[in-house]
Structures are given as structure tokens and as C-alpha cells.
């Protein structure tokens, strides 16, 4: 059976949200594979990345979709390099079993359109085969919660035992570990686009740790999401200089009856620890207002983990983190900094 991979278009949405919620055993209906969202995903104009974002394999004698992978471009901004370096990470990967090796044909040519991939999370299907691609691991990712609402997190327990025992766990958890009050206050301001202010932000970041460089296009793009429309945000300091800026998301529930407030994006100019404590203390009190019980975020360099803690976060879980740089482009021993706007976790 020959197939060959081309470019997403428009005519192939339909037929794209079949294939993934068969292979990926999701109701028909799934947020991440209706067609209003793949559009946007894949085919809305983006200015900082002109060039396709998805690549369907299609069966040459019937047409029919055999393989997707999805490509969200970026570029690494890091310590001691002179420009930023372009990059990417694959979502939304999947290949039919009767064409068993269509999955490493679409991720080869997914890895032409950029120097450096890589990976966080993902099934362990995924995790096996990007390991023989060449991917290597670097130090995890870490999920943080913080429970902003415990008399909903008892009722949401439920009365089966376990299910009680485990939210009177997490409530006494938020009790052992409540906030402290910040060291520097910031001022949180609601924006409906970012300018320029982003590109001075990535610079400052990028000079302690390997961080991705968000544009102001990238991020207005994150705004135009058709379902669930971040709250984007700005940070300032005393003085009326912005100091970084922030996306924030109520992605889909999983059935439960407790809403999760993700930190989608969350980016401040140094690494100073106070800074990051009263700007997580500002994005969780907005989730709160926004309806969350549960705000969530992502991160690894000390200094976060630490503002994290002073600002009630508790972690959770690990993320695998996999790179792939044949060229050895980035410091590898350096701090990398990953958000949820990275690895399509912004808004699933």
C-alpha cells in the first residue's frame, strides 16, 4: 500500500477529526479533534511561522487518511547564543496500524522543518519512538497544583472512603502549604494582544536559563483559540516597567467536579524568586475569580520551584523532557523552562 504525505489543507479537516478520534479511542466528539480547533491548530495564519504545521499521509489508492502529525513551531532563546534557534515539538501524532511505519516517515519529515525537536509528556508509544528517532532525556518536567477552593475539593470527594481520604489529603496538604505573603509586589494587567514588551521579557529570561522565545505573534495566536480564549496578562513593577507577562486557560474538565486553572504561559524577565512568588500569587487569585478550584503550572529551574512554594504549590507529577539537537545548538547543561503552551497541554 503506497502513501504519500503532503501539507494539511482545508478539504482534509473532516476526515482528520475521524482519524484521530478512532485511533486515539475518543469519543466522536472530543474537543481536541473537532474541526474548528484543528483549524486553528494548523492552518490559522501565523506571522512568526509561515510554513505548514501539519502533515497528513494519505493512502495513494483510496485516499483515505492513514497518518497525521501535527508541528508546533518555535525557537530556543539561551544563555550565550547570539540569535534564537528554531525549533519544534509534534502533537497530535498518530499512524494507522495497517501502515505500521508511517508514523516514523511523518516524524522524519516533521524534524525537516526545524533543527532542534523535542518532546514533554506524550503516550509511552510515542515516548519509545522518539528515543529511536534520537531524542534524549533531560531532567523533567515538574506539575504543580495549588488547591484554591478545599470545602469544593471535600464536597468533589465524594462519599466512597478512598475518595474522601484523598481530599481530606489534599486539603491538609493546602493547609501545611499555604501561601506566604510576597517579598515584591507586581501589578497584574489584563491585555487582549501583546507588542513589543514580549521580545524585551524572552531577552532578560534567556540569560539564566534556555527558555523558548515567544513573540508577540505566537502569543496573539494563543488568544485566538475558538473555544476556550485565554486571559492574557502583563506584569509590572513600582515603577510601570513591564516585567513579564502571563496566559492563563480553563481547559476541558475531565468529568469531575473540580475546575482546573492552568497557567498556560508564565514568563518574567531574571530569575529572581520573589518576582515569580507574587506574580504565581497574582495568576492564582485571577484563576480563582475565573472559576478554578485547582490552579496548575509547569516548571523546573530552582528559582521557580522555589516562588512555587512560597505561593502554595504543591507538585505533583513529572513530565518527560526529550530533546533532539544533532548539531549540539543549545547548552545542554544549562536550565530549560517549559510551559504548558509548549506541548499542547495549554488548552487539554
Known amino acids: ?130 528515543k529511536r528517532g534520537g531524542y534524549e532525556p533531560m531532567s523533567p518536567v515538574f506539575v504543580y497544583e495549588r488547591l484554591l477552593s478545599p470545602l469544593r475539593r471535600l464536597r468533589a ?63 496573539n495566536y494563543a488568544l485566538r483559540h475558538p473555544r476556550r480564549k485565554p486571559s492574557g496578562f502583563l506584569f509590572r513593577d513600582a515603577d510601570g516597567r513591564v516585567r513579564g507577562f502571563a496566559l492563563a486557560t480553563l481547559p476541558p474538565g475531565d468529568g469531575g467536579r473540580l475546575v482546573l486553572g492552568r497557567v498556560a504561559d508564565l514568563l518574567l524577565d531574571d530569575d529572581d524568586p520573589d518576582a515569580w512568588h507574587g506574580a504565581l500569587l497574582l495568576l492564582s487569585r485571577e484563576m480563582g475569580q475565573l472559576g478554578a478550584d485547582v490552579a496548575q503550572a509547569f516548571a523546573s529551574p530552582p528559582w521557580i520551584v522555589e516562588a512555587l512554594r512560597r505561593a502554595g504549590f504543591v507538585a505533583r507529577h513529572p513530565l518527560d523532557f526529550n530533546l533532539r539537537d544533532r548539531e549540539s545548538l543549545l547548552p545542554h547543561d544549562a536550565t530549560f523552562y517549559l510551559t504548558p503552551i509548549e506541548a499542547d497541554y495549554a488548552y487539554t
Open 157 to 219: 470527594g465524594g462519599l466512597a472512603p478512598k475518595s474522601a481520604a484523598r481530599a481530606a489529603r489534599d486539603v491538609a496538604r493546602g493547609l501545611v502549604h499555604r501561601p506566604g505573603r510576597p517579598a515584591l509586589r507586581l501589578e497584574l494587567e489584563p491585555v487582549s494582544s501583546f507588542g513589543t514588551e514580549v521580545v524585551e521579557v524572552v531577552r532578560g529570561a534567556s540569560r539564566t536559563a534556555v527558555v523558548t522565545a515567544r513573540t508577540p505573534e505566537r502569543l
Open 1 to 130: 500500500m503506497s502513501t504519500v504525505i503532503r501539507p494539511l489543507a482545508e478539504a482534509d479537516l473532516e476526515a482528520l477529526s475521524r482519524f484521530l478520534t478512532a485511533g486515539f479511542q475518543t469519543p466522536a466528539d472530543a474537543e481536541f479533534a473537532a474541526v474548528d480547533l484543528l483549524r486553528w491548530k494548523f492552518l490559522d495564519p501565523r506571522d512568526d511561522a509561515p510554513g505548514p504545521r501539519s502533515f497528513v499521509a494519505v493512502d495513494e489508492s483510496t485516499g483515505a487518511i492513514v497518518g497525521h502529525v501535527g508541528v508546533c513551531p518555535t525557537a530556543f532563546a539561551a544563555p550565550g547564543l547570539d540569535a534564537a534557534v528554531p525549533a519544534l515539538h509534534m502533537i497530535d501524532w498518530l499512524g494507522s496500524r495497517e501502515h505500521r511505519s508511517v508514523g516514523a516517515s511523518l516524524m522524519r519529515r516533521a524534524h525537516e522543518t526545524a533543527p532542534v525537536q523535542f518532546g514533554l509528556g506524550g503516550s509511552r508509544a510515542g515516548r519509545a519512538v522518539i
